[in-house]
């Protein structure tokens, strides 16, 4: 069974830094693109970034590029997302997922709230 844990979330201040982690069992995960997704209140579901097999390829959203910075560690079967210079408009849930062939295994999700 495919699972995914996100853990990290939290009430940060602008500015501030927090590091989510997402946890995962039941695939072979050193051969699957990770990838993090955020939902606002009332918003969509948005992509935030995504890392390939063996860190090859990390892709950002415009939004996050620069201040968020995606890693994997292969050993623990673990990605994370490092969050730095946090904006109120960061504030959502954030989920992990593995893409095979679709993004079709989510996380519960990990709540980031940002005040001004």
């Known amino acids: 069974e495919v699972q995914l844990v996100e853990s990290g979330g939290g009430l940060v201040q602008a500015g501030g830094s927090l590091r989510l982690s997402c946890a995962t069992a039941g695939f072979s995960f050193d051969d699957y693109t990770i990838g993090w997704f955020r939902q606002a209140s009332g918003k969509d579901r948005e992509f935030v970034s995504n890392?390939?097999?063996?860190?090859?390829?990390?892709n950002y959203a415009d939004s996050v590029r620069g201040r968020f910075i995606m890693s994997r560690d292969d050993f623990k079967n673990a990605v994370y997302l490092q969050m730095n210079s946090l904006k109120p408009e960061d504030t959502a849930v954030y989920y992990c997922?593995?893409?095979?062939?679709?993004?079709?295994?989510w996380g519960q999700g990990t709540q980031v709230t940002v005040s001004s």
């Open positions: 890392i390939s097999p063996g860190s090859s390829n990390i």
């Open positions: 997922a593995v893409y095979q062939n679709g993004w079709n295994y």
